[in-house]
């Protein structure tokens, strides 16, 4: 049967991005005679309006049985005033929680035609190609004890810094058989120097590379690594890293590239029965509501998730190289959304003709 794809555009830019990934769908489908089977659900706040959660169980069912979900984006100021339990953000958290997606890919990857636009030097940037995974459900973020007690006359927040040997050894082996794909090289950063938890983090990992032998594998506390991606971020393969330090340096590594408009991630978790990881794909960026409904929005951090799913989900490692050309390509011609172009008051295209652009 043709591998399957849970499409769930949710709110603000959302939708708008996703009709963009549906022309690529669609281009496979009718010039490489590679189809998917496409199902569409709500999530976000769409879900709240048609069923008053932001994710119905029947939604949740399906996510867990498809070979791949593809989200776009939730929330918006519509729905600032609801309860907790039911904000829009809560259905995204919850399909990460019950399809446990632990490991969370975060490319930086530096597009040729965008070097200039980018913060850094070009020579930093132009051509840059690495990988952070962040390990995504376990740690300070979901450790326990946590809250804010009382201490004799004061106040004290408490979180708790948290990992199993077992949570460690599955996130570090999502990263070697990534670097495995890629170039072989793969650098750890924890604390070890001043943290347990990055003691047992850093000998886990040097466990698990014994099965991994054709890798370098390397170690790096944290803080100096977050100095080494500013400074010469190339030195970089792929980065295992854990939840906080992962939330930290890929934001940091995200911006050596330019737009949030730009950037794709992966969350994966444990093989199904039919040996491809549970899989969510969707761009970093949220659903924008300043720029909602006026067809600004960039489409290709989410037509680049998708790319990650042919490669990671379908084993379609040279289509998704041939996205990602065909994203170069429309770079490399000019084409530019809205947030591509800085001052220099050249015209924007907008989000179909960019759509358009990489389809052609
Ligand atoms: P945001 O990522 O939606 O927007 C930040 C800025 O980047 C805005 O100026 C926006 O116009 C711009 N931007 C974002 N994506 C763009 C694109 N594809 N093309 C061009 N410009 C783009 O973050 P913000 O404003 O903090 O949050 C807005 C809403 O999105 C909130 O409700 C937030 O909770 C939600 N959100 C959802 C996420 C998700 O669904 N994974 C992630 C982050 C925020
Ligand atoms: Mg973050």
Redesign the pocket.
């Known amino acids: 049967s043709n591998p399957s794809i849970l499409i769930l555009p949710?709110?603000?830019?959302?939708p708008e991005?996703m009709t963009e990934v549906k022309k690529v769908i669609s281009w496979f489908g009718a010039k490489r005679d590679i189809q998917f089977d496409v199902s569409e659900d709500l999530v976000?706040g769409a879900a709240y309006d048609a069923h008053g959660t932001p994710l119905h169980d029947d939604t949740m069912a399906r996510a867990q049985e498809v070979d791949a979900v593809l989200?776009?984006?939730?929330?918006?100021?519509k729905?600032?005033e609801l309860d907790f339990s039911v904000k829009?953000?809560r259905g995204?958290l919850r399909l990460r929680k019950e399809m446990d997606l632990f490991s969370n890919l975060r490319p930086a990857q530096c597009f040729d035609a965008l070097a200039d636009f980018s913060s850094l030097k070009k020579d930093v940037v132009a051509g840059l190609d690495i990988m952070i995974v962040r390990e995504l459900t376990s740690g300070i973020y979901f450790g326990e004890p946590r809250g804010i007690f009382e201490e004799g006359n004061e106040r004290v927040g408490i979180n708790t810094q948290r990992y199993t040997e077992s949570e460690i050894d599955r996130v570090a082996r999502s990263a070697f058989e990534l670097a495995m794909r890629r170039g072989k090289k793969l650098c750890s950063m924890e604390k070890a120097n001043v943290m347990e938890s990055g003691i047992l983090w850093r000998e886990v990992v040097t466990e698990v590379a014994k099965d991994y032998p054709e890798v370098a594998l390397s170690h790096m506390y944290a803080d100096a690594g977050a100095m080494q991606l500013c400074r010469w971020p190339k030195q970089f393969d792929v980065i295992v890293t854990d939840n906080l330090f992962g939330d930290l340096l890929s934001d940091a590594a995200a911006m050596l590239t330019g737009?949030?408009?730009m950037l794709p991630s992966a969350s994966l978790g444990a093989p199904m029965a039919n040996g491809r990881p549970k899989a969510l794909y969707?761009?970093?960026?949220?659903?924008?509501?300043?720029?909602a409904g006026q067809g600004?929005?960039?489409?290709?951090?989410?037509i680049l998730s998708f790319a990650m799913a042919l490669r990671y989900s379908f084993d379609l490692g040279s289509e998704a190289d041939r996205v990602e050309a065909a994203v170069e390509t429309a770079l490399a011609n000019g084409a530019r959304?809205?947030?591509l172009l800085g001052e220099e008051g050249a015209t924007p295209i907008s989000t179909s003709e960019m759509g358009d652009v990489i389809v052609a």
């Open positions: 949710g709110d603000g830019i959302g991005v976000g989200l776009g984006a939730v929330g918006g100021p729905y600032d829009p953000e995204l737009s949030l408009g969707e761009p970093v960026h949220g659903s924008a509501p300043d720029i600004k929005a960039n489409p290709i951090a989410c959304t809205a947030d």
